[in-house]
Nanobody
Framework: QVQLVESGGGLVQAGGSLRLSCAAS????????MAWFRQAPGKERDFVAA????????YYADSVKGRFTISRDNAKNIVYLQMNSLKPEDTAVYYC????????????????WGQGTQVTVSS
């Protein structure tokens, strides 16, 4: 099974940028579709972005389209989330997730999760 560890979160002003990383161990990352989700206080966990196993297909929530970019480096076993033009409503704990089966366009089915990294955007 793959283990996931997120990093790169922090406090940033509105309009700023952050890059989150998700490092995988235990199994080759290229065997998994990968995604980022986020959960704000008192809210459900929401889909943010997903990327196919080889990186050729990406999907985004409407709320982040044009501002966030998901990418992966299978040789390094890392997935990234570049976040630009951050808004206070992007404040949340961001989770990296993996699934070996199912379509990457399907936002469900993720069964391996990291511990999360906090992103706080001040106004």
């Amino acid at each position: 099974q793959v283990q996931l560890v997120e990093s790169g979160g922090g406090l940033v002003q509105a309009g700023g940028s952050l890059r989150l990383s998700c490092a995988a161990s235990g199994r080759t990352l290229g065997s998994y579709s990968m995604a980022w989700f986020r959960q704000a206080p008192g809210k459900e966990r929401d889909f943010v972005a997903a990327i196919s196993k080889a990186g050729g297909n990406t999907y985004y929530a409407d709320s982040v389209k044009g501002r966030f970019t998901i990418s992966r480096d299978n040789a390094k076993n890392i997935v990234y989330l570049q976040m630009n033009s951050l808004k206070p409503e992007d404040t949340a704990v961001y989770y990296c997730a993996a699934k070996a089966l199912g379509m990457v366009s399907d936002r469900t089915g993720y069964n391996r999760w990291g511990q999360g990294t906090q992103v706080t955007v001040s106004s």
